[in-house]
């Protein structure tokens, strides 16, 4: 995941801090050598590292902070907060669609950065959480298949993409665009244009044009996270040509360093808004400074991860199964219902990555052994049981073991595995139950 690499280092640095009780002024310095090479390895742009240091170096030698009662975890505060205002400030910056509808949006971006998929995840987004008639028009002509490509995703997006006349340039599709936006009561018009492999006059040309043509409320540049300081500096140019409201980072599900997102406010004064996470439609997340910096620096993204699950969860079928362990009858059934909708969140180490801590965790028990094929296998050998079974699986004996393993393509050892594990969950699930609520937040509190 993005920022892996950067996130362990940093929090070594403030592990070996912590450790020490009492910091003198050269601990310090000496911590921020390691800070400033773990930034440069993240390919964090030189002038933001230096300024990014000097920053961090003034505020945490003062007497102040050396004389805290936990010197260490001043000083991480303070990287903190240096961490936030390099990614753009806290809170997230929304977009700005407050204009008159049709709201023009402008996406534009090299090719093979994301910028047509974005568009497709933009529109289901504003279709689905903020309730516009959204319109997606593409105007690009250079590439064969881009205008199929986008009413493909606009149907996937349940939204309208604009008729593809042929023959018409990309002025005049974006005028076709805002007019039908107008006549048919679109809220907000999402038009994507045409990439190219590299920053040319060509391409700035006709970005301007179409500009001027639709007078956008957001022209959101398109970058790829793995591309790293290229990144950057697409977005210097793009941003000095025709001026950029909003950065969209695509591909921060890959194994990015992290520098791009780090410098890009710094250098270019756009700020990130969006970020992409993945190829389906609904992997576009609002970008927010303090929960990214959180996620460095090993503390988690609570906020993040709550959000996520309100978004994909059953809740209903979250409630029942609630119910179900305060009455002591969760059964194997339930379990496998549970696993259905950890799925649903996606990838197991991503959410993992989103707990405080777990850094360090997934690296002491191995990636492996979160792995979702785990999961996986469980609802297979749930699904090779009978009713009977999955109810009172204190019935499943050495000959049922045999043939729940042979049904499900597992062996005798993966399905004790199962029922061991299983057992665990029962018996903490009446602890828990005993307590009680209260008692519960009692126990993760201290
Ligand atoms: P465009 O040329 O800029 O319009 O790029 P496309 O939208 O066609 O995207 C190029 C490829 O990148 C496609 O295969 C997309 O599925 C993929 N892609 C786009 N965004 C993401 C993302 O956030 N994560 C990942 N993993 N892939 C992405």
Redesign the pocket.
């Given at each position: 995941l993005v920022f892996e690499a950067l996130s362990g280092r940093l929090s070594g640095v403030f592990d070996g801090l912590a450790k020490r009780g009492a910091l003198s002024e050269a601990d310090v310095m000496e911590a921020m050598r390691e800070v400033r090479l773990a930034m440069l390895d993240a390919d964090v742009a030189l002038p933001v590292v230096k300024d990014f240091v000097n920053k961090v170096r003034e505020r945490a030698v003062g007497q102040e902070v050396l004389d805290s009662i936990s010197p260490g975890q001043a000083v991480a505060k303070i990287v903190n907060d240096a961490l936030i205002d390099a990614l753009g400030g806290a809170g997230a910056v929304p977009l700005n669609l407050s204009a008159v509808p049709p709201v023009p949006v402008l996406m534009v971006?090299l090719?093979?950065?994301?910028?047509?998929?974005?568009s497709g995840k933009l529109a289901l987004r504003l279709r689905e959480r903020d309730r516009k008639k959204v319109l997606l028009a593409s105007l690009d002509t250079q590439r064969p298949a881009a205008q199929l490509?986008l009413a493909q995703l606009a149907t996937q997006a349940g939204v309208v993409s604009l008729p593809i006349v042929a023959g018409q340039t990309p002025v005049e599709i974006a005028r076709r665009a805002m007019e039908t936006g107008r006549r048919e009561g679109y809220d907000v018009v999402i038009l994507d244009t045409a990439?190219r492999l590299s920053i040319d006059e060509a391409l700035m040309d006709e970005v301007r044009q179409i500009r001027d043509v639709v007078n956008p409320a957001e022209t959101l540049l398109?970058v790829d996270a793995m591309t790293g300081q290229d990144a950057v500096n697409t977005a210097k140019s793009f941003n000095e040509a025709v001026g950029v409201s909003g950065v969209v980072m695509?591909?921060?599900?890959?194994d990015a360093r992290g520098g791009a997102a780090l410098s890009m406010k710094a250098i270019t004064g756009a700020p990130i808004k969006l970020t992409?996470?993945?190829?389906k439609l609904d992997?576009l997340e609002e970008f927010h400074p303090e929960r990214v910096a959180g996620r460095i620096l090993g503390l988690g993204d609570i906020a993040g991860l709550v959000e996520k699950a309100a978004d994909t969860l059953d809740h209903e079928e979250g409630e029942r199964l609630a119910k179900r362990m305060m009455a002591g009858k969760f059964d194997l059934d339930d379990y496998a219902s549970q696993i259905r909708q950890i799925n649903k969140l996606g990838s197991i180490s991503g959410i993992l990555g989103m707990l405080p801590g777990m850094g360090k965790i997934k690296e002491a028990i191995g990636d492996k052994d979160l792995d979702q094929s785990i999961l996986k296998r469980h609802l297979a050998i749930i699904s090779s049981m009978t009713k009977g079974e999955r109810r009172a699986p204190s019935i499943i004996k050495a000959s049922r073991k045999k043939r729940i393993a042979a049904g499900s393509g597992t062996t005798v050892q993966d399905v004790n595995k199962l029922l061991k594990q299983f057992d665990m969950m029962s018996s903490m699930m009446k602890r828990f139950n005993k307590l009680g609520v209260k008692g519960l937040m009692r126990q993760g509190m201290s």
């Open positions: 971006g090719q093979g950065s994301g910028k047509t998929t974005t490509q990439g398109v695509t591909r921060m599900d890959g992409g996470s993945g190829e992997a």
